[in-house]
T-cell receptor, first 111, second 117 residues
Framework: DQQVKQNSPSLSVQEGRISILNCDYT??????FLWYKKYPAEGPTFLIS?????DKNEDGRFTVFLNKSAKHLSLHIVPSQPGDSAVYFC??????????FGTGTSLTVIP | DTGVSQNPRHKITKRGQNVTFRCDPI?????LYWYRQTLGQGPEFLTY????????KSRLLSDRFSAERPKGSFSTLEIQRTEQGDSAMYLC???????????????FGPGTRLTVL
């Protein structure tokens, strides 16, 4: 049972424009959410996180939005750069010990 | 700080053989996680250690799988009697308890890719 879902397997965006990656979850007990970026042949790299007490967290070009009522979070990248091309995973946790990952969205930023 | 390292990076084995992978976490991190990732999927949680104690195990971790972290530093993941379905990327991650359970940031290693023939 997939508790964290990323329904868009791929996304293409023009350089300089906004990239919006979406993630939905089913477990209302999740209270901590993360986004990871993964390049081929490397492990995932932490990008940004948000706890359920917030609805927005910003770090440079990256902003994560959390809508608890909709069980939805999104990652905004502005402006998008070719180096952002990678697979992006969202993850969620309710205990801090076990993390559930989505299936990933492959982002391509076109120069 | 050299990050999380995993060895070997690639392992090819025949069905029925045993394999063992090693993970060296970031030195000051007391939490260590093992995940499995198959093609087109995200990482799936296998097990979690805090220091040397194995505190959580996923149902995915059948009795052919065993993980240890004997001194609270490096960890090993052993798969006995490998099956073709075990073919996957095995990822290790570590984090620091000092960050607190609600702000845990896991740092991943590059993974060990297992191919079972």
């Amino acid at each position: 049972d997939q508790q964290v879902k990323q329904n868009s397997p791929s996304l293409s965006v023009q350089e300089g424009r906004i990239s919006i990656l979406n993630c939905d979850y089913t477990n209302s007990m999740f209270d901590y959410f993360l986004w990871y970026k993964k390049y081929p042949a490397e492990g995932p790299t932490f990008l940004i996180s948000i706890s359920s007490i917030k609805d927005k967290n910003e770090d440079g070009r990256f902003t994560v939005f959390l809508n608890k009522s909709a069980k939805h979070l999104s990652l905004h990248i502005v402006p998008s750069q070719p180096g952002d091309s990678a697979v992006y995973f969202c993850a969620a946790s309710n205990t801090g010990n076990q993390f559930y990952f989505g299936t990933g969205t492959s982002l391509t930023v076109i120069p | 700080d050299t990050g999380v390292s995993q060895n070997p990076r690639h392992k090819i084995t025949k069905r029925g053989q045993n394999v063992t992978f090693r993970c060296d976490p970031i030195s000051e991190h007391n939490r260590l996680y093992w995940y499995r990732q198959t093609l087109g999927q995200g990482p799936e949680f296998l097990t979690y250690f805090q220091n040397e104690a194995q505190l959580e195990k996923s149902r995915l971790l059948s009795d052919r799988f065993s993980a240890e972290r004997p001194k609270g530093s490096f960890s090993t993941l052993e798969i006995q009697r490998t099956e073709q379905g075990d073919s996957a990327m095995y990822l290790c991650a570590s984090s620091s308890e000092m960050q607190g359970p609600r702000t845990d940031t896991q740092y991943f290693g590059p993974g060990t890719r297992l191919t079972v023939l």
